[in-house]
């Protein structure tokens, strides 16, 4: 029991370490108080000092207390200069260590002082020491309050010392002095104890709010599958980065990634495979950052990451890291019992040269990505003159777009599909075409992504479909309509639910309909796009696979679609008759659709050459400017009555 008391007793002198917040907070609200610590000392004892020089020799009443004050004065000049200084663990509880001891040996230097003074003076110069001294444990013991061992030090080493010695003075009154300091001394540890008690926790409940604090920064600010920060975070530091840009003169540079081939995995091995294929892509991410200095990166949402980089922002440098990061993440992924490969395409911006606002570096770098994703795919794009002149050349394509009259400035042609054996028109693919009453002739290749980007697409696919409805209900039952649904078009059940109207309303039998998808629609949103694949296939209408070939996974989709039509690409026909691996493809593609039951259709033949070749391959239907070019719809009579492919035979 004894033991156990006596323990209690010495913890009270120890230094916790165990808690070292808690030391931090302790010393800093020590720190704050020394100025008031070491006047209220210095001042009290230089009184003492001046009384005592009249009485005392002046080995105790000045070189002793000038050595005293001149450690005082040292401590209170190496606080000052230490005041913004954070210590790490170990320097500061060496740093308390050294207040505790110092704490200890400065209140016994000037409590034998005093006592080795008191002798020589008078009644009054004997009331102003005890006063004095009195009044120093008091506010020393206060302005270590935080600090306990520092304080119990002080209280130990002044108010012992002094009791004993007033006590056995023997006089009555410096006897009742001994047993007063004797209380109060009790009352201050036991006030002591009770703020140190109240301090520990109120410095909990805040480390604790600082934990929970830093805690809801991570949610906020971390992608919880990927552990990157997120789009929040990402714009949160592109902002940061631009002010500091702004003062020091110092370029940085944004890029987007966005992963190739990732939506075909996620939709044929589901999203739990996808998502563990992003914590991998993030994992690579991660290990690229903690490489290249000046570079961070940021997942921004489903399969799109963002990075910053500061430092070298050369075009080449640039270009060396979209490299690094691309062949990264090509390489394959063991993703349980399935193995995956993907791709990346990059974009590009740099601050100041490409934009004055974090937004507008941004921007520049998305545009960057959508010119990879369309004409580099795979690559790293940095931000030019030439994109900047098409964005110039988009915004005029946009605003003309939005202030056109649909239904006059849009019209239609139609090019024929030849049954390849008989010659036969077996139909006609209906193709845009927009006389812009501000810019005049428009190609389709840019007023159709400019209609996507500016949501005018659907109405735009409706009014013209409304017309090739209107057209082909003129013409011989067995010639079909083929007609181009974009990706909006496909993912949005409204556009669905419309085009579905349109031809019931046309009377035109949905038999006669081929919608014409692209592999671009599918990917955007495979989920949405199948679902709208299934309604128009539910309505009766042909499903064709336009530009087959050309995408990035096109046996995934041929395998997984209810397609009735492969249209093979021009691009392979250009060629076909002087380059094997043209030849070879085209065989290949024929063969697939045999095998798969489905019609080939191919486009851009331009030659009897091409043609002749492409009839021993067994190709089922042609088109191309060797039978005719798009014409407008009063001219179809006349080149069907006029024997319309007739170049077959």
Known sequence: MLRRYISRFLNLYRIDAGDMALMRAQYAAYSRRIPFLYFILVTNSLASAWTFTRFAPPW???????????????????FWRMRNVTFNDADLLRQVRRIVALAGLLTLGFTAWGLMLFHYGDGYAKGQMIFCMSLNVLACAFCMMHLRPAAMAIITFADVPFTIFFYFEGHETYRTIAVNLVLV?????????????DFTRLVGSRTEMRRLSDENFRIANIDSLTELPNRRWFFSRI?????????????????????????????????????????????RLRDIGGEVDGLTLARLGG????????????????????????????????????????????????FPEHGDTPEQVFERADYALYFAKRQLRGEAVLFSAEHQARIRDDSVIENALQSADIEREFSLVFQPVIDTRTGRVTGFEALARWDSAVLGAVSPAVFIPAAERTGLILG?????????????????????????????????PESILAIIAAVNASGLSPRRIDFEITETAMARDFSAARAGVDAL???????????????FSSLSHVHSLPLDTLKVDRSFIQDICDNPASFKIVKSLAALCADMGLTCVVEGVETADQLALLKTLNCDRVQGYHFARPMKPEAIAAYLANGAGRAVA
Request: net charge positive; aromatic share 8%; proline share 3%.
């Open 239 to 283: 902002g940061e980065q631009h002010a500091k840009a702004v003062r020091t003169r110092q370029p940085f540079a944004v890029g987007i990634i966005d992963l190739d081939g990732f939506k075909p995995v996620n939709d044929t091995y589901g999203h739990a495979t996808g998502d563990r294929l992003l914590i991998e892509v993030g994992k």
């Open 537 to 551: 296939k539910a309505l009766g209408a042909g499903i064709s696979l336009d530009d087959f070939g050309t995408g």
């Open 460 to 492: 735009l696919t409706r009014n013209l479909l409304t017309k090739a409805l209107k057209v082909a209900a003129q013409w011989p039952e067995d010639v079909r309509l083929a007609f181009n649904l974009s990706a909006h078009d496909l993912c949005s």
């Open 303 to 350: 399969d799109e990451f963002a990075l910053t980089v500061t430092g070298d922002v050369s075009p080449d440098a640039l270009k060396a890291l979209g490299r690094r990061i691309g062949e990264r993440l090509r390489l394959p992924y063991a993703i349980g019992s399935a193995q995956a490969q993907i791709g990346s395409s990059m974009g590009f911006a740099v």
């Open 60 to 78: 105790l009443s000045v070189y002793i207390p000038t050595l005293l004050f001149g450690v005082c004065i040292w401590r209170g000049i190496w």
């Open 185 to 197: 001394s009790v009352a201050m540890v036991a006030v002591l104890l009770a703020y140190n008690r």
